[in-house]
């Protein structure tokens, strides 16, 4: 069979360059036979091409080959779709393994850099590198990124100076300082703080950062991870109000419970909606270090109207996301960077880690109690013990009520910030009392 289409709007992108060819259209012998203007024809297997989703603009579409997944055409027939029996199949797992591999030994390479070699390095260096000499370590780094940049023929880059971009930077710097703060409340120095999440900032960011640059149907590169990054995050709000949200019910129902087994409280709905569901407004919220009351409203608000709002909002973005598809499930594909999979996989492992995490992070902390440095027994955990964390309140100047009249006060982990607990004092040192004051 030889079936020749019309080849009017039709562009074929390399992938390597940012300019489209005009290239004929033709089939034969099962395959897509594309001619470029150089003459040379271009091959792929009819069985291999997929229609790439959300990728098309106007009344053209977008196809690709799945052994070529970075080169894209661009047709404006339609009826070539008739004789792509797989072109809205998910494109088969191929070559993922190597690609796990590497993955796997990268993380495990920062790691080794973040825990080990980076507070190591940066303990010994940072007393002998004077301010100035910091600016000019950053002016030429910055020299060498711009050279680098230019030399791949992509547009120079550009330095923001406008008020607005250094606005952009502040709020990125305040939310990581949120971040690290509270790692610092719960004991942990700072710059260990520092590295922790600039280390999860970094490795969370290494499956946007695989999708790298790509061309729109007009020819014109963008990073496709900054769009990979807005869909993800998109849902971050919703995400991260459902991981307190689910911290919240926990806590009032384990109190309740406790109650329950004391005799201090009545079992069932009732004594659940009186000492449960205010549980956590009553012990972390209305303190004496606050400037408001928060209402009994809040608690309904938390455990009925959050669920039912959360539930909502993700059923109708999911099936915007969904019906876009064909076949439906294949939106789910956690490495299509414009689905439903990549954001269950994304948030997924975060709520995860969080859960795994949250006890060796937060709630205690290792202490190396061997000789000689610490990273040189890492393996051996009779070096180590693991001990309660403390926690530190931060109290407002001018409170009313004393770090001992709020929830766990009368705990000797919990103390004032700037204070070092009893019995910490060989752990943190001057340290602690130096970044906490």
Request: hydrophobic share 45%; with cysteine; glycine share 10%.
């Amino acid at each position: 069979m030889s079936v020749g289409f019309n080849g009017m709007g039709a562009a074929y992108f390399d992938g390597d360059h940012p300019v489209a060819e005009d290239v004929s259209l033709h089939i034969a012998n099962d395959n897509l036979q594309i001619g470029l203007d150089s003459e040379d024809i271009i091959f792929w297997r009819l069985g291999d091409i997929r229609l790439v989703p959300h990728q098309a603009r106007g009344k053209d579409y977008t196809l690709r080959s799945v052994t070529d997944p970075v080169a894209r055409l661009i047709v404006a027939d339609k009826t070539l779709l008739q004789h792509l029996p797989a072109a809205r199949r998910p494109a088969p797992a191929r070559g993922r393994r190597p690609l796990f591999a590497w993955a796997i030994a990268a993380v495990a390479a920062v790691l080794l850099q973040i825990t080990v070699l980076v507070p190591f390095l940066a303990d010994r260096l940072a007393n002998f590198i004077p301010p100035a000499g910091e600016a000019a370590l950053g002016e030429a780094t910055l020299g060498q990124i711009r050279r680098a940049l230019d030399e791949t023929g992509m547009q120079p880059l550009a330095i923001c100076d406008a008020s607005a971009g250094e606005a952009a930077l502040t709020s990125m710097i305040s939310t990581v300082e949120l971040c690290v703060r509270n790692f610092v409340d719960h004991g942990i120095e700072r710059n260990r703080a520092v590295a922790f999440t600039a280390g999860a900032i970094f490795l969370l960011g290494i499956p946007s950062a695989l999708i790298w640059i790509r061309m729109d149907s007009e020819g014109v590169a963008f990073p496709e991870f900054l769009e990979v990054q807005d869909h993800i995050w998109g849902y971050g709000l919703m995400f991260s109000g459902l991981f307190i949200a689910f911290s919240i019910w926990k806590y009032g129902w384990t109190k309740w419970r406790g109650m329950v087994e004391e005799g201090t409280a009545e079992g069932g709905v009732a004594g659940f909606f009186k000492h449960g569901m205010s549980g956590f407004r009553d012990d972390y919220i209305n303190t004496g270090d606050n400037d408001i009351w928060v209402p009994r409203i809040w608690d309904f608000i938390m455990y009925f109207a959050f669920p039912i709002l959360f539930t909502v909002l993700i059923a109708s973005y999911f099936g915007d996301l969904i019906t876009g598809y064909d076949p439906w499930y294949a939106a789910f594909d956690p490495f299509d960077p414009h689905g439903a999979g990549i954001i269950l996989a994304f948030w997924g492992f975060i709520g995860v880690s969080f859960v795994f995490l949250n006890d060796y992070v937060l709630t205690r902390r290792p202490v190396y109690l061997g000789e000689g440095p610490w990273w040189r027994n890492l393996h051996r955990r009779s070096e180590w013990e693991m001990r309660e964390s403390p926690l530190f309140r931060n109290v407002p100047e001018g409170a009313e009520a004393s770090i001992a009249e709020l929830p766990g006060g009368d705990d000797p982990l919990i103390v004032e910030v700037g204070e070092v607990p009893p019995g910490w004092e060989d752990v943190y040192g001057d340290v602690l009392d130096a970044e906490l004051t």
